[in-house]
């Protein structure tokens, strides 16, 4: 059983690498993820993991200890109304200009549901409205590499298609491969592109973009943590451009940069 004192001493490293804000009474969710990093590299105790991270902040163990805290678990059009929203109301909006070019955001983005499905949006939109597909990328963030590369592949178990997506998508939109599994066809991966990237860190390096999707991950930060976050979305969106939160996060004290948009069901934001 591993001390409060070290317990907190760990909670406090992992925030410094991550941001991510575990809270009182999480020992046991430390223990079983951290088990077997703590068997592969000898450590005793979780006051030994702490005093690796303090002396490797940047190495390959500080990286697959964050790894193995963030909780890659997702869906595919999780929550289903912020797609509809990009579909009826964001798209014919910004897409209006023929051959307009378009960039968005999947921050956070985990082993790659919520990119791809906004791809999967996109080509549903082209092909039902018949409008020039003009330039859209689609740029997917997450902080751990281990879990990008599985997003880059885009090979899904039968249990994990079998998690928001229906079957008419599946069929549509997915090659089954010979061991079982399903790959996402190339059309809509082709328009998403991975990348390493802490939220805590600079953004100067992502670029502008149209529309930020930041969903459900706000919530794992502290309020000064989530408002620097915000602040910095704000500086890469684009005039007019579009916010997209989870639905039980919420933006507030900044209705100086974001103007609340209720689209019934869903609220998004957009920037001032």
Request: net charge positive.
């Amino acid at each position: 059983m591993q001390t409060d004192l070290a317990y907190d001493a760990f909670c406090s490293e992992l925030e410094k690498l991550s941001g991510i804000c575990l809270g009182a009474g999480k020992q046991y969710l430390v223990s079983s993820r951290l088990r077997n990093i703590m068997k592969s590299h000898d450590l005793a105790s979780l006051s030994d993991v702490v005093k690796k991270l303090k002396s490797e902040p940047r190495g390959k163990f500080a990286t697959s200890v964050v790894d193995a805290m963030t909780t890659n678990e997702t869906l595919w059009f999780r929550d289903s109304h912020p797609y509809e929203i990009l579909k009826s109301k964001i798209l014919p909006e910004l897409l209006k200009t023929p051959g307009r070019s378009l960039r968005i955001w999947s921050a956070a983005c985990s082993s790659g549901q919520e990119p791809y499905s906004i791809s999967m949006i996109l080509e549903e939109y082209f092909q039902s409205s018949l409008v020039n597909k003009g330039n859209v990328k689609i740029v997917a963030t997450d902080l751990s590499e281990s879990i990008l590369e599985e997003a880059r592949n885009g090979v899904y178990a039968s249990l994990a298609v079998g998690r928001g997506l229906d079957p008419q998508r599946l069929k549509r939109w997915f090659d089954a491969t010979t061991d079982g599994q399903y790959k996402v066809k190339p059309q809509v991966a082709q328009r998403v592109e991975f990348r390493k990237l802490n939220l805590l860190e600079s953004y100067a390096l992502v670029g502008k973009f149209e529309v930020v999707f930041c969903r459900n991950v706000l919530i794992y930060f502290t309020p000064e943590v989530k408002k620097q976050i915000l602040l910095k979305i704000h500086g890469v969106l684009a005039p007019g451009g579009y916010l997209l939160l989870g639905g039980s996060e919420a933006i507030s004290g900044l209705s100086d940069k974001f103007e609340m948009v209720h689209c019934r069901p869903g609220i998004i934001y957009k920037k001032i």
